[in-house]
């Protein structure tokens, strides 16, 4: 992560995570207006960075979210990543796997949807679910769900050393940050859609799903697949770090624009051509 401010909110590969000592609604000392600006910035210079990873053909990235119900989501992937241009960009959501994917291991599902070369790819929920969801539910024994923190290391190792950038963000809000936007989403009426019966549930899960954040957090946070933490009680200052994240990463990866693949003077010579009338 190089020196790049927010690289306190990076989980050090090793350490153990505690999430009651971090703070939901740190916003680094910003301003919400300077931060909203800065963002906007930083969102077009995301665009550039991406179009250029498209030109050159050779790396991807691959961005995963994870939250608890009303953590923001769908705010990251509408505010951060809908500032790209969506040829070379794809979200993907992960839902309640289907009979199909349950017929095969934790990960074909996601392997499916991996980038290609150039691509940058968002993950709504994703390989985590099966030690988050599962592991809080019992949908499995624990001796499998236990075994997963190390497959998806292995898996994510893969991944990365074939040319897969790898950055997971954890959208850290309160609990009662959380029943404020249960709150807002039964009072706007553009909003009540969102409401589920599922997430009200859950909430009473909340302690386990802390628990269960915090050993994902701690036991998959690797030089080459690193896990942030991002306060997230308040949006602006969300989408400032984790845009200023994708930026910085995207800068270190040094990417080249591909060479013509014509002779540029013969070009301008028939280009003349054309131009005369030839
Ligand atoms: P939503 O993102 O609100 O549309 O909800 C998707 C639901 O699918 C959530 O309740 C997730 O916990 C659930 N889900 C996602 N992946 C898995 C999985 N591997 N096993 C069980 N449930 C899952
Ligand atoms: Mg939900």
Request: glycine share 4%.
């Amino acid at each position: 992560m190089g020196n790049s401010r927010w690289i306190k909110f990076r989980v050090e590969p090793g350490s153990r995570v505690r999430l009651d000592d971090m703070r939901p609604d740190d916003t680094g000392n910003e301003k919400k207006q300077a931060a909203v600006q800065h963002t906007g910035k930083l969102q077009k210079r995301m665009d550039e960075m991406q179009f250029h990873l498209y030109a050159e053909h050779k790396r991807s990235v691959l961005i995963c979210l994870q939250a608890p119900d009303a953590g923001g989501k769908d705010g990251v992937i509408r505010h951060v990543i809908g500032s790209m241009n969506p040829q070379g960009c794809r979200v993907v959501s992960f839902k309640q796997p289907s009979a199909e994917e349950l017929d095969h291991d934790f990960l074909w599902r996601i392997e499916h949807q991996t980038p290609t070369r150039g691509e940058i790819v968002i993950f709504n929920r994703s390989q985590y679910e099966d030690v988050l969801v599962v592991r809080v539910h019992n949908l499995v024994p624990k001796h499998v769900w236990s075994k997963r923190y190390r497959e998806i290391n292995d898996f994510e190792r893969r991944l990365s050393d074939n040319g897969t950038h790898i950055l997971k963000f954890f959208l850290h809000i309160s609990k009662e940050e959380q029943l404020r936007r249960f709150k807002r989403r039964l009072n706007d009426r553009t909003r009540q859609w969102k409401v589920s019966e599922a997430d009200y549930q859950e909430r009473q899960y909340w302690a386990d799903y802390q628990q269960a954040y915090e050993d994902a957090l701690s036991k998959c946070s690797t030089d080459y697949a690193p896990w942030f933490v991002i306060p997230s009680d308040h949006k602006w200052f969300r989408n400032l770090v984790i845009t200023e994240i994708i930026v910085h990463t995207l800068e270190r990866l040094g990417i080249q624009t591909p060479a013509p693949q014509v002779s540029l003077a013969e070009m301008r010579r028939k280009y003349h051509q054309l131009k005369n009338g030839k």
